[in-house]
């Protein structure tokens, strides 16, 4: 692992309901590409699609991924990477972001979702939560300020490996959760999409009735329905279109195995 750029102790309050980071931007980058090299080493916890073998469906999701970027109110749009993968499990409905933005998505998340204008959505909050570098203050709570130095300092890689085989997982606090919500629909609100796009996947599990309402990983989240009120109600103040942009999901989805 290389040697973060992290060279001076400098613990950085952002606010008393945000906690504390100890990451500079560089850190969120490189620590980022880190994670993203031991998801690739780790098959059995993040089976990837190859791109090489699913280039249609990568260029698809990337697409995307350039019109959210290109709306221009992202932060860090040209500090971060902003690679694209998807992780072939149809059970797992779930997408996540590490630091520095590189951004997966479960292909049950994919095949769950009815729109482009809904994985759009989730596609802006899960690149809020980098921007706005969630993660890392996340991290920064859960581990502590010891342990993410010695990560920082390259001293423990074993941490490392057990930090990227549960980061799909990370339990961002409510807050974190409904800043993304709210940076969704103002990076949707200058792009074709649907500025509520975010809202869909919730309704649908609302429809669905998924064993309780949510998938594990938000379970400790705000409910499915407070998360439609409060994404609409944001729309709604931000004055952006709500109208489906009507493209072709069902070619993506075919594109996947």
């Known amino acids: 692992m290389k040697k973060f750029l992290f060279l001076f102790v400098f613990i950085s309050f952002t606010g008393c309901g945000s906690g504390l980071n100890l990451f500079s931007i560089s850190d969120d980058r490189n620590f980022g590409e880190d994670i993203s090299q031991e998801i690739e080493n780790d098959p059995d916890t993040y089976p990837l699609l190859n791109r090489d073998d699913y280039p249609e469906a990568y260029a698809y999701l990337e697409d995307i991924r350039d019109e959210v970027l290109n709306s221009g109110v ?13 992780i072939n499990d149809d059970e797992v409905l779930n997408a996540f972001a590490t630091p520095g933005g590189y951004l997966y ?3 049950g998340l994919i095949k769950f979702l009815d729109t482009e204008d809904s994985l759009a959505g989730v596609m802006g909050h899960e690149i809020a939560h980098a921007a706005e ?5 996340m991290l920064t709570t859960q581990y502590g300020v010891s342990t ?3 990560i920082l300092l390259g001293q423990d890689q074993n941490i490392l490996v057990d930090i990227a085989q549960t980061f799909a ?12 919500d709210e940076h969704s629909v103002a990076y949707l609100a200058g792009t074709f999409y649907a500025c509520n796009g975010a809202a869909d996947f919730f309704e649908k599990l609302i429809e669905e009735d998924l064993d309780g309402g949510t998938p594990e990983f938000l379970s400790t989240h705000p409910s499915p329905e407070s998360r439609v009120d409060n994404i609409n ?3 709604n103040e931000e004055g952006c279109d709500t109208t489906p942009s009507g493209r072709d999901y069902d070619a993506f989805k075919d594109m996947l195995p």
């Open 74 to 86: 992202v932060d860090h749009r040209d500090d971060f990477d902003w690679e694209v993968h998807i």
């Open 133 to 137: 570098r969630h993660s890392t203050e």
């Open 233 to 235: 109600s944001l729309a």
């Open 169 to 180: 997982t990370l339990d961002y606090s409510r807050e974190n959760e409904s800043d993304a």
């Open 105 to 107: 998505f479960y292909t």
């Open 148 to 150: 993410l130095l010695a």
